[in-house]
């Protein structure tokens, strides 16, 4: 079904601090009471370079690259997400007396195992060497596709994306578990809740969003990183920063699915010669941003890390232009100075 307008969500990645708030705030709104919600992080923080969350995600594919469907690996909770830890916190804290038997907390299970795993596991890991080592983060929520692959995956029709505004959603009435939106989706944002056997995923806060609220994640955000709006409104920020000025870029396009949340790349430092000079080669390799952004399915690599410089061009001329005291509408849009200039819905 066409949908009448389109939600869109950009994040700019050069404001994100990795505090995990709105993991927190979207897990505290959503998936923090009812059973089987443990492993589900609708909003998740990821450390690039990594293997993100669930592990490997970006290597298991989907409904877009696949003839046989049911060769679509799917992330087991344990494994893909990881077992949750516990402690063991009545040998160490003695609350109702006597001495305690352990001195240390310990975590169970092993972290250094094997098979360990969790969110946030390679958590400012990062890769490069120093001084020249590198790291940015991702958050990641729904991307409440416009062809979204869970939706025809779906043999119930469970899964659907809403006139009104083409949130994506799963009629929990009518999924009966089969899990395959999980296979169709190649980010793996559906997450199967194994006490209830139904499939779960982010709503995009849609009662927040009748209302003219912002996402939680959104609206909590320390680093305000969020713009949402629709892409019909040619006044909301969304509007401009993914159709006028052209600086956001979606997370990996060749999934050909039209994900509706975008991404300003992130700048990075400058790169240290082997003499100790600072060179004008930025230290996250441009290379390994065209991995993960672009415009289009069709682009090539050499294509996307053509956009990226040319969107760093466009947002350094801009930020001489404001710091030179001229208006940018660029610059005030990326520094919003209210609630209402990044949340316009």
């Known amino acids: 079904m066409p949908v009448k307008r389109q939600v869109r969500m950009v994040a700019d990645l050069n404001k994100c ?5 709105c993991t927190m705030a979207c897990k505290t709104m959503w998936t923090d009471r009812n059973k089987g919600q443990m492993h589900m ?16 995600w970006e290597t298991q594919g989907g409904w877009f690259d696949r003839q046989d469907k049911s060769s679509i690996p799917l992330p087991g909770i344990d494994e893909g997400y990881g077992a949750p830890w516990e402690y063991n916190y009545e040998e160490v804290l003695k609350t109702d007396g006597g001495d ?7 975590p169970s299970p092993n972290p250094s195992g094997k098979d360990a795993y969790a969110s946030n596991w390679d958590e400012d890991v990062g890769d490069g060497i120093f001084p020249n080592s590198y790291y940015f983060y991702l958050p ?3 991307n409440h596709c416009t062809d979204p692959p869970c939706v025809d995956a779906c043999p119930r029709q469970a899964v659907y994306k809403r006139e009104e505004d083409g949130i994506v959603l799963v009629d929990q009435t009518r999924c009966r578990g089969y899990r395959y939106c999980i296979k169709g ?11 209830e056997k139904i499939a779960q995923k982010c709503i995009f806060c849609y009662p927040r969003i009748e209302k003219h609220q912002g996402n939680f994640c959104a609206t909590q955000c320390v680093g305000r990183i969020h ?13 401009k920063l993914i159709d006028k000025w052209k600086v956001a870029l979606r997370l990996h396009p060749e999934f050909k699915t039209q994900p509706n949340v975008f991404y300003i790349p992130p700048f ?7 003499s100790g000079q600072l060179t004008n080669r930025p230290r996250i390799p441009v290379e390994a941003l065209a991995k993960l952004f672009g415009d289009t399915p069709e682009q090539t690599l050499d294509q996307r890390a053509q956009r990226i410089e040319e969107i760093f ?12 005291g001229e208006y940018s509408e660029l610059i005030d849009i990326l520094i919003p100075h209210s609630e209402a200039d990044r949340i316009q819905v």
């Open 227 to 239: 713009h949402v709006g629709y892409a019909e409104d040619t006044n909301s920020g969304v509007y």
């Open 185 to 195: 989706c190649p980010y793996k944002k559906i997450y199967y809740n194994p006490e």
């Open 313 to 324: 061009g466009i947002i350094q001329d801009e930020r001489k232009k404001a710091a030179s």
């Open 140 to 142: 990641r929520i729904c």
């Open 41 to 56: 992080y609708w909003n998740n923080v990821e450390t690039r370079p990594g293997k993100g969350y669930p592990r490997d």
């Open 268 to 274: 990075s430092p400058p790169v240290y010669s082997s």
């Open 100 to 106: 305690a038997s352990a001195g240390v907390l310990v």
């Open 17 to 21: 601090l990795g505090c995990h708030t």
